[in-house]
């Protein structure tokens, strides 16, 4: 049983890993559930302090996951209907796969800095800024789960 247990940690790992890629996967709660799944074996014994600081990071980079492309819009030079637009855009973008998750924030970013007014130049910048917060965020998830997959294996071994 041991085994299947932690083959199953791995596995969440793993997709935990695509997770942050793909949309539709919440790449980094999947992960974190595979260090709680290799927890309940003999094997592996992570202490508590270290299961609930994942938690928290767990908590954050998913929150953050939603939050930094209307942050990179705002960087660009976007102002408050852009990061509206981003914002709806990330939540609309779910529906629409992976090509949404990508296109949904900038296309929402653009859209509502032409709804206020902006050139389309301006608007493009801002559809931009929001473009590199995503990939940010995806940056960060990453990092989060192979560091996860890091405590795995050296728990393992």
Known sequence: ????LL???GLCIVVG???CIVPGLPGTPVAYAGLWIAQATERVDFSWQMLLIWGIVTVFVTILDYVVPAWGTKQ???????VWGSTIGVFAGLFFGAAGVIIGP??????????GGKELA???RAGWGSFIGLLFGTII???C???????LIQAIW
Do not use: R, W
């Open 145 to 151: 789960c192979g560091l996860m997959a890091s405590a």
């Open 17 to 19: 890993i695509i997770g």
């Open 106 to 115: 900038l296309a929402g970013a653009i859209i509502g800095e032409i709804i």
């Open 7 to 9: 083959i199953l940690a």
């Open 1 to 4: 049983m041991e085994v299947v």
């Open 122 to 124: 301006q608007a493009l």
């Open 141 to 143: 998830k990453l990092i």
């Open 76 to 82: 660009f030079g976007g102002t408050k209907y852009g």
